[in-house]
């Protein structure tokens, strides 16, 4: 599997957003909330990446939690069962952590909805 990050494994524009926050489950795992949902019709799975501007209001910071949290995804797809999945990851701390400890809750994250998709 190759490492990539395509244009078309992120989730863009207003309706594709807007079905994923209707339709999908959500959990939490500190300091990443998380909102994924199967069957996107897409044929691939797909990102979301968010950091709240209420927790950082400095651009810097905000661009450099969503490029750990990535880069995390990026390095881990190939966890995910590639069943058209789009998933959502919201930062939700006010502490800036390790990429490390964030790449380890990642891959939590990813394989609880591997599991969860396997089994139903």
């Not at 990539?4 to 999908?24: D, F, N």
């Not at 897409?42 to 939690?65: E, T, Y």
């Amino acid at each position: 599997m190759t490492f990539t990050l395509s244009k078309a494994e992120r989730i863009s524009g207003r309706a594709a957003t807007e079905a994923l926050l209707r339709k999908g489950r959500w959990g939490v795992l500190q300091p990443v909330r998380y909102c994924w949902m199967a069957d996107n019709g897409a044929g691939c799975n797909r990102i979301m990446v968010s950091v709240p501007k209420r927790l950082f209001k400095r651009a810097v910071k905000r661009n450099l939690l969503k490029r750990r949290m990535r880069e995390a995804y990026r390095t881990q797809k190939d966890l995910l069962p590639q069943k058209g999945i789009d998933l959502m990851l919201i930062y939700s701390s006010k502490d800036i952590v390790r990429y490390d400890f964030l790449k380890s809750e990642i891959s939590h994250i990813l394989a609880e909805i591997a599991q969860t998709v396997t089994e139903g």
